[in-house]
Structure formats: structure tokens, C-alpha cells
């Protein structure tokens, strides 16, 4: 994945508040009626409902982090269901942590050559 297209979803405080809603479907989105919100993912409509913004916005929004990769994005019926990827998540922020890690050591640590 390439990590510019992952801090770009990450910047944006709406695309932060869906993976905290999607953290916790049962808890955000329990009243869900068509399909189980932990197991299939929630209703993009149910999405906009919650972040109060018209259907497109949220879809844009929605889009972005899937293809981030940090969301998956399911057909079932007439609806799309939006799922959260926490081992995406997890493995791009270990990454990011490893690769700032590296590069502050370099900078701290140079090497000798001369």
C-alpha cells in the first residue's frame, strides 16, 4: 500500500471519526436492522446519518479509506456495508513507527566515514 494515499485518509478529522465509529459498530450502530453490524459492517447510510453529512460526502469520505485499505466495503442486497480493517491499521502505524524510528536514529547517529 502506498503509505502518501494512508496519511492523506488519516488527515482528515471526518475520515478519523468514521474508523472511531466503525471501532465499535455494536455501540454506534447496534439499531442496525438489515445485518448485523459487527459481522457484515454498517450501512454507509447509517455512516452519513452519523456524522450528519449527505450521502455523497460520506461516500467520498468512505472511499478514501478503502483505498487507504484501511476499510473494507461489502454488497449485500441493495446496500454496501463498510467494515473496519484493524489489521491494516495496526501493520501501517507499526510501519510508520518503524520507518520515523529509523529515521531519527540516522539523523542522531551518523555515520562516520572520512
Not at 17 to 26: D, F, G, N, T, V
Not at 54 to 67: E, G, Y
Amino acid at each position: 500500500m502506498i503509505k502518501s494515499i494512508q496519511i492523506k485518509a488519516l488527515a482528515g478529522e471526518t475520515r478519523l471519526k468514521i474508523l472511531r465509529l466503525l471501532a465499535e459498530p455494536e455501540i454506534h450502530f447496534g439499531n442496525q436492522w438489515s445485518a448485523d453490524p459487527v459481522e457484515l459492517g454498517v450501512c454507509m447510510t447509517l455512516i452519513a446519518d452519523a456524522l450528519d453529512v449527505a450521502q455523497p460526502t460520506a461516500s467520498r469520505h468512505l472511499d478514501i479509506l478503502k483505498q487507504a485499505g484501511f476499510i473494507s466495503v461489502r454488497k449485500h442486497m441493495k446496500w454496501s456495508y463498510c467494515k473496519r480493517d484493524d489489521a491494516a491499521i495496526r501493520d501501517f502505524l507499526n510501519q510508520l513507527g518503524e520507518e520515523i524510528l529509523l529515521k531519527n536514529q540516522a539523523e542522531l547517529c551518523p555515520s562516520k566515514e572520512g
